[in-house]
C-alpha cells in the first residue's frame, strides 16, 4: 500500500520559514522523481518544484527559485522543501507526488494528502 505521510506545514509571518517534509512507503522511492504541487484558495493546482530520482537535478517555478530548495534522502524514502523568505502569496495547500515512467511507457503517479501553509502579511 503507497502511504504518504506530508508535515512541517503551519502558519507563519511574511519573511520567515518552514521545512515541509514526506515520509512514502509503498513503491521503490529511489526510483520515482519527486515533486511539490500547490494549491491556493480558489485556485488550481501550481506545480512548484521537482526533483530527478538521484536529486542531482532540480527545477523551480521562478515565484520560488532562490526562496525554496528541494532535497531527498533515498535511505529514509523522504523528499523535503526548505522553504525561505515566505511570502503571503505561498499560502496554500501543498502536495507531495511521485512520478516514474518507465521504458515501456507505463506511468506510476502518487499522492499525498497534502499540508497546509500560512503565510501572513
Known amino acids: 500500500e503507497v502511504q504518504f505521510v506530508e508535515s512541517g506545514g503551519g502558519m507563519v509571518q511574511s519573511g520567515g520559514s518552514l521545512r515541509l517534509s514526506c515520509a512514502t512507503s509503498g513503491f521503490i522511492f529511489s526510483q520515482h522523481d519527486m515533486s511539490w504541487v500547490r494549491q491556493a484558495p480558489g485556485k488550481g493546482p501550481e506545480w512548484v518544484s521537482n526533483?530527478?530520482?538521484?536529486?542531482?537535478?532540480?527545477y523551480y517555478r521562478d515565484s520560488v527559485r532562490g526562496r525554496f530548495t528541494i532535497s531527498r534522502d533515498n535511505a529514509k524514502n523522504t523528499v523535503y522543501l526548505q522553504m525561505n523568505n515566505l511570502k503571503p502569496e505561498d499560502t496554500a495547500i501543498y502536495f507531495c507526488?511521485?512520478?516514474?515512467?518507465?521504458?515501456?511507457?507505463?506511468?506510476?503517479?502518487?499522492w499525498g494528502q497534502g499540508t497546509q501553509v500560512t503565510v501572513s502579511s
Open positions: 526533483i530527478n530520482t538521484n536529486g542531482g537535478i532540480t
Open positions: 507526488n511521485a512520478n516514474r515512467i518507465t521504458g515501456l511507457g507505463e506511468e506510476f503517479d502518487y
